[in-house]
């Protein structure tokens, strides 16, 4: 156990529980969406949260969907994984970056496929087309804004900007999510869902991922 660094004991322990969690609360609403169940939280987001066009609110989040969008996440995660695969000693981050990225988008289309919720409104312009949960834009938000936090915090040594730079990311990827709302293109609970599936398979890639960096380090020191 010597070998085994701070930060992967403190993935691991932290990593199980968010996985716990965030796994109980997916099943559960997805549970209740299969049966049809109606949730009073989603017609109070709707009738408060939902803004028409035209609003400040609406504008803002007009351009903060973008950054969720299946383009945009698209590009950004080949960049990523580019830098990722030149730049690190381990290949491994970049692999395990793709198949973060690659995971969630094919599980969220399947989940899609197998729950066939409806939206409350169909709005191409938004990336609102298709079924409803869980939300697309929420699941790889956090699969790819989580994965870079991560990054971050293992990186970058100075504490004040580590801090500030993983709570910028983490603001945008709730900002995307909140935005699917208040656009009106998704329930309340697809973002929940959808965030707490992305947070899921994301523990499940970094505590994949730590377990080979800690094997390869321990390798690497009893040769």
Request: net charge positive; charged share 15%.
């Amino acid at each position: 156990m010597k070998d085994i660094s701070k930060i992967a004991i403190f993935t691991l322990i932290f990593g199980f529980i968010i996985l716990v969690l965030t796994m109980t609360l997916f099943i559960e609403l997805a549970d209740d969406v299969l049966e049809k169940e109606k949730f009073f939280v989603d017609r109070i987001f709707q009738d408060y949260i939902a803004f028409p066009e035209g609003t400040w609110l609406h504008q803002i989040m007009e351009v903060v969907t973008e950054a969720g969008s299946v383009l945009f996440l698209t590009i950004m995660s080949i960049l990523v994984a580019v830098y990722l695969f030149f730049a690190k000693k381990s290949k491994w981050y970049s692999l395990f970056f793709s198949i973060n990225m690659i995971g969630i988008s094919l599980i969220t289309q399947v989940l899609k496929l197998i729950i066939e919720r409806e939206r409350p409104e169909l709005i191409a312009q938004y990336g609102g087309t298709g079924f409803s949960f869980p939300s697309g834009h929420s699941t790889g938000s956090v699969a790819f804004y989580g994965f870079i936090m991560y990054l971050l915090w293992k990186k970058v040594s100075i504490k004040w900007l580590k801090w500030v730079s993983v709570s910028f990311f983490a603001l945008v990827a709730f900002a995307i999510a909140f935005s699917r709302v208040v656009l009106g293109v998704h329930f309340f609970t697809d973002i929940v869902a959808g965030m707490s599936l992305g947070l899921t398979w994301l523990v499940i890639c970094i505590i994949a991922l730590e377990f080979l960096l800690w094997r390869g380090r321990k390798k690497r020191n009893s040769s």
